[in-house]
């Protein structure tokens, strides 16, 4: 290994080693974590938002052919901006995509499982929930909407 | 060294039919684009529905066309290699278990049975020859391996037992060796999950643990697509840019492909990061593993840009001391010897730069959040698998047929310019899938042209117009470029025969040489990796087998929100419904 290569494989590994490091501090400083596996919520057969205090939600988005019901059969639902909602997420059926749109919130909707993850809504506006795996020939007419006023 | 009669038509056809397979890919890859840019505001076209179309595209180009052509290069590359002839009986049950397995899975794709893209996540299920053709496809293409390269190694080492096995074989070892143990999880979750699912054996599927399998094979996966084109670009992309171009360090090339096969198992779970039921300690260990497996890319950008700086200088000696303007001597546009290739593998680097850095950010835990399943993803690996490994594919498939007929490549300037064409398409096609991902979120493997980019819909988001509009003309040109290359192919396929038919490869020395006998011992390294890949999994697995998931779940049609189970009864009881529908 000569001199040149070695200069390489160090910056390599330096750099590396830096975005990792980066990765872990966002994860566990930041609190910018990933899904988990949950065992203590059961997967739901209905969605629902559950308000617990001001500005304190819980919400259960049960995705299935071809829409996401947020609240008993809602496909849109509305938050006061500044809202900090827990998100719980399951399949009715077949695997879909959930992703808030503008948001960190992109959770896999398996059936039999349950995903979860946190969001705050600071900025007010319209929020698209998209799914983005395929769940067949509805796929991409998936309604699902969040309004935070 | 000449080859004829079965083992030329063989490799021949090895090369040929995933070529033309990649027709039916392409064609499906225009398609694409034009449809989620609402261009083709419809269902389907031509008959072929846009998630079939969808599915036909992944399979076809990186799973057919990528397993079938390895194989026939592989084929060649050992067999010059090593210098010995191949085994008719082993090439040919290899040959009809490939193509057979694809005629099966074609059949069900092009037929609608299969409409499950080319992941195959279920509770969706598709036809059971689609699941049992995928098996023979991939299981006839590790029956050279085993029982035609593996005892001609052995041979060749003990009549030069003082030598290392030749980088280009070592390499291919190194492929199919991962290739190997990939297969099991892949296998273990089509024949105990998805064939009984599908046959109606059992009721039942635990989708997580289905995903978990997949993605045990789905990533390293990548790598035995990438590893041939490594292979050519250490050993014969030096002869390109001159005659008396070498390697610049064989260690560092072996080094590479070692640490390519300990860390390319360990890495699946980077596709799940946005699972339930897994763990996420386990996602940050396949993390760092991921960033593990991006090391010996990066010592393969050194020894690359090293080997083409030795090889340019070689050439011109005046350039001696230059740093950076050797740069500009590379044979970018020159017909003469073998440099008409070097277009092919030039383009598939400048892309490939591009995605080894995107690949980084899809592996980066936490900032997948921001473009897990958008269009990022496939804007990434239309740089990879669509970038490198299929520019280097297409040259050395040239190549190769010109050899193998006795013949000269013809068009060679049309066969110049195609890699160029596609390398403006890609960049334009993933930069536009990319940013659109990314800031916008616009998702992956949806028919957006229906809602999202229809302004009669009330799902119309405007603000994805521009990058769908951009994904256009990059897929039209590279579907022209496509075209272009198909010229030359053709020409030079049905060019009568002035010359024996061979195979040669043009394998470069090494510059920096020294015996490396812990590189070379690929039986620990074999162990090492096995045992790191099990370790890695045995958690994750019970998450996904009995944690993480509370029930199984029944299976599902593209079509139907109802079970199928449940719509088979029904049907049964009212015989004079609809359509029967049966899987």
């Known amino acids: 290994m000569d001199r040149a290569e070695k200069i390489g494989l160090t910056l390599a590994l330096i750099m590396l080693l830096g975005f990792f490091v980066l990765v872990v501090y966002a994860a566990k400083g930041l609190k910018i974590d990933i899904p988990t596996c949950i065992t203590d919520v059961e997967p739901f057969q209905q969605g629902k938002l559950i308000k617990h205090a001001d500005k304190r939600y819980e919400l259960h988005i049960l995705a299935k052919m071809w829409l996401f019901d947020f609240n008993e059969g809602a496909t849109q639902i509305k938050l006061p901006v500044g809202s900090v909602v827990d998100v719980y997420v399951t399949s009715k059926d077949v695997v879909h995509g959930v992703h808030i749109n503008d948001t960190n919130f992109n959770v896999m909707a398996i059936p039999g499982t349950v995903g979860y993850l946190r969001v705050k809504f600071e900025k007010p506006g319209v929020y698209h929930v998209v799914c983005h795996e395929f769940c067949g020939v509805g796929h991409h007419a998936m309604e699902g909407k969040i309004v935070v006023e | 060294m000449r080859v004829e009669g079965a083992i030329r038509f063989i490799i021949l056809s090895e090369i040929v039919f995933p070529i033309v397979l990649l027709i039916f890919g392409i064609y499906h890859g225009v398609m694409q684009v034009l449809y989620r840019a609402g261009f083709i505001k419809a269902e389907s076209f031509l008959g072929i529905d846009y998630y079939q179309g969808l599915t036909l595209h992944g399979v076809i180009n990186v799973i057919v066309f990528t397993t079938i052509f390895i194989v026939g290069f592989s084929n060649a590359l050992v067999m010059y290699a090593l210098k010995k002839p191949l085994r008719e009986k082993v090439q040919w049950i290899a040959w009809a278990m490939m193509i057979g397995g694809t005629l099966m899975a074609a059949w069900a794709m092009f037929t609608g049975r299969a409409t499950v893209l080319y992941t195959f996540y279920p509770p969706l299920i598709a036809h059971w020859t689609f699941y049992l053709g995928a098996v023979l496809l991939v299981l006839g293409s590790l029956v050279p391996f085993f029982f035609d390269w593996i005892p001609n190694a052995i041979a060749w080492k003990r009549e030069n037992p003082d030598q290392k096995i030749p980088l280009a074989v070592f390499g291919t070892f190194v492929n199919f060796i991962l290739w190997t143990i990939m297969i099991v999880p892949v296998a273990v979750e ?188 496939p804007g990434h690996f239309h740089t990879t698998v669509g970038g490198l490994v299929l520019m280097v594919f297409f040259g050395m498939a040239l190549y190769m047929i010109a050899k193998l007929k006795g013949t000269d490549v ?10 160029y064409l596609w390398l403006a398409g890609q960049m334009i096609f993933s930069n536009a899938m990319m940013i659109g991902g990314l800031l916008e979120g616009w998702p992956r493997r949806t028919n957006s042209g229906l809602t999202y980019l229809n302004p009669d819909s009330p799902f119309y988001r405007p603000d994805w117009e521009g990058y769908a509009l951009f994904s ?43 015996p490396a006998p812990l590189l070379n011992n690929l039986r620990t390294w074999t162990v090492a990796a096995i045992v790191l890949a099990v370790l890695s999994y045995i958690p994750p697995l019970y998450d996904a087998a009995v944690r993480g998931v509370f029930f199984k779940s029944p299976a599902y049609i593209e079509k139907f929100p109802v079970p199928l189970k449940q719509l088979q009864q029904s049907k049964k009881e009212e015989p004079s419904g609809q359509e029967v529908v049966r899987r």
Do not use: C
């Open chain 2, 410 to 419: 013809k068009f060679k300037g049309l066969a110049m310019i195609s890699p």
């Open chain 2, 472 to 514: 256009v003309i990059g897929g039209v040109i590279m579907g022209i470029a496509f075209l272009i290359y198909l010229v030359p192919f053709f020409a030079t396929l049905l060019a009568p025969s002035t010359k024996e038919s061979t195979i040669e490869f043009p394998f470069a020395e090494a510059y920096h040489d020294e």
């Open chain 2, 190 to 377: 089509i024949l105990f999950q998805l064939l009984p699912l599908s046959l109606g054996l059992v009721d039942e599927i635990n989708p997580l643990l289905a995903r978990t399998l997949f993605w045990f094979f789905g990533h390293p996966v990548v790598y035995f697509w990438l590893l041939p084109a490594y292979v050519a670009l250490y050993t014969i992309l030096p002869k390109i840019v001159s005659e008396k171009g070498k390697l610049y360090s064989d260690p560092a090339a072996r080094l590479a492909f070692v640490l390519f096969l300990i860390f390319s198992l360990p890495v699946g779970l980077h596709h799940q990061f946005t699972d339930p039921g897994i763990t996420n300690t386990w996602k940050l260990i396949h993390a760092l593993f991921t960033f593990g497996v991006a090391l010996p890319s990066m010592i393969t950008a050194f020894t690359v840009a090293a080997s083409l700086e030795y090889s340019v200088k070689v050439e011109h000696p005046e350039l001696k001391d230059s740093k950076f303007y050797w740069w500009a001597f590379l044979p970018y546009f020159k017909m003469e010897g073998l440099k008409w290739l070097f277009p092919f593998f030039f383009s598939g680097l400048i892309l490939f730069f591009i995605g080894g850095i995107t690949g980084i950010i899809n592996a980066s835990y936490n900032v997948n959040l921001v473009v897990h399943n958008t269009a990022y993803v």
